[in-house]
């Protein structure tokens, strides 16, 4: 029986590792949106998603930029519905009046609804919301130090109604949150007038 379970743990870990994908957004279009991605926002205003060219990118040479204002915009993978696993990004707040703040989401159900963890430059804290109808609830947060001008890594990893999030390689907490239990569409998310980079865009199951 030793083998046969080998076997199986084996298998599972290869459909896991061939189920994830990581953009890099090298092979795009400077000054558009990637192919295979949507721009959405939540609430009002203009996103403006684009491919740049960046000297510091994780990746080189480029990254997804978010350099319109609106409530809170989005930019989402097509044909994407994930259920329970992880989403993953590197990100860079460059400025911002209001904020300057950079996530990503998850279980998408459309602009008006799904899940989204953020780091914010302005704030120093990191916090995790669903947004339901539009509007948003905050039920976890922490309080630390989110440097401007820096890279950074933010990744959530979620099963069931629990959720993990983790910034810079050391988790921050877990908390619990049955708002959303579908599969739905992943991608990354800024607010109000947050200019932000974006790089090394990862998600998969677990």
């Known amino acids: 029986m030793k083998p046969l379970r080998t076997f199986i743990l084996v298998s599972s870990l290869a459909t896991a590792a061939a189920f994830a994908e990581t953009f890099h957004f090298d092979d795009a279009k400077p000054g558009e949106l990637p192919a295979g991605w949507t721009s959405a926002k939540t ?16 990746s080189k ?10 409530s809170y915009p989005l ?13 993953e ?23 008006d609804n799904y899940y ?8 120093d804290n990191v916090r995790i919301y669903h947004i339901k109808d539009g509007r948003r609830t905050q039920f976890k947060g922490a309080n630390l ?7 950074h890594t933010l990744r959530v990893e979620f099963v069931g109604h629990r959720f ?34 974006f790089d090394n865009f990862s998600y998969g199951p677990m």
């Open 145 to 151: 130090t989110v440097p401007a001008h820096q890279w």
């Open 61 to 70: 040479p480029n990254v997804l930029k978010q350099s319109g204002e609106a």
């Open 43 to 58: 609430g009002k205003g203009n996103p403006k998603w684009t491919v740049e060219k960046d000297d510091t990118a994780p």
């Open 75 to 87: 930019c989402l993978k097509d044909h994407t519905s994930l259920q329970d696993g992880f989403v």
């Open 164 to 197: 993990k999030v983790i910034f810079n390689g050391k988790s921050l907490y877990e908390v619990e949150d049955s708002t959303f239990a579908d599969a739905g569409k992943v991608g990354v998310w800024t607010k109000a007038d947050s200019v932000t980079l």
């Open 89 to 111: 990004v590197k990100f860079k707040p460059l400025s911002g009046k209001e904020d300057q703040a950079g996530g990503v989401v998850w279980r998408v159900r459309d602009a």
């Open 116 to 123: 989204v963890v953020r780091a914010n430059a302005r704030e």
